[in-house]
């Protein structure tokens, strides 16, 4: 059975920064693609950042040079550091792995104020 928790949100004043952690449980982590997605209220999901077992990343237009997506395959835990948080990156952010089928966090809730 594949479990994610993630953690790390939280509030945060404008400029700040977060990371935030997902857990997995399982052992396709090390041959998945790892992701991160966002829903903000009224809005629909959207990707935020995405890696592959390889080490590609991908990252949403929104978020290039402010977050970055890192895994750690020994402790099945993927990460996303995000620095100058705006307040227009609030949202419940949801961790994924992907291999033949997609599983999802539960997701995180983080503010950013002005």
């Known amino acids: 059975q594949v479990q994610l928790v993630e953690s790390g949100g939280g509030l945060v004043q404008a400029g700040g920064s977060l990371r935030l952690s997902c857990a997995v449980s399982?052992?396709?982590?090390?041959?998945?693609?790892v992701g991160w997605y966002r829903q903000a209220p009224g809005k629909q999901r959207e990707l935020v950042a995405s890696?592959?077992?390889?080490?590609?990343?991908n990252y949403g237009d929104s978020v290039k040079g402010r977050f970055t997506i890192s895994r750690d395959n020994a402790k099945t835990t993927s990460y996303l550091q995000m620095t100058s948080l705006k307040p227009e990156d609030t949202a419940v952010y949801y961790c994924?792995?992907?291999?033949?089928?997609?599983?999802w966090g539960q997701g995180t809730q983080v503010t950013v104020f002005s």
């Open positions: 994924t792995i992907q291999v033949t089928k997609t599983y």
């Open positions: 399982g052992s396709i982590f090390p041959i998945s693609t």
């Open positions: 890696m592959t077992r390889g080490g590609i990343r």
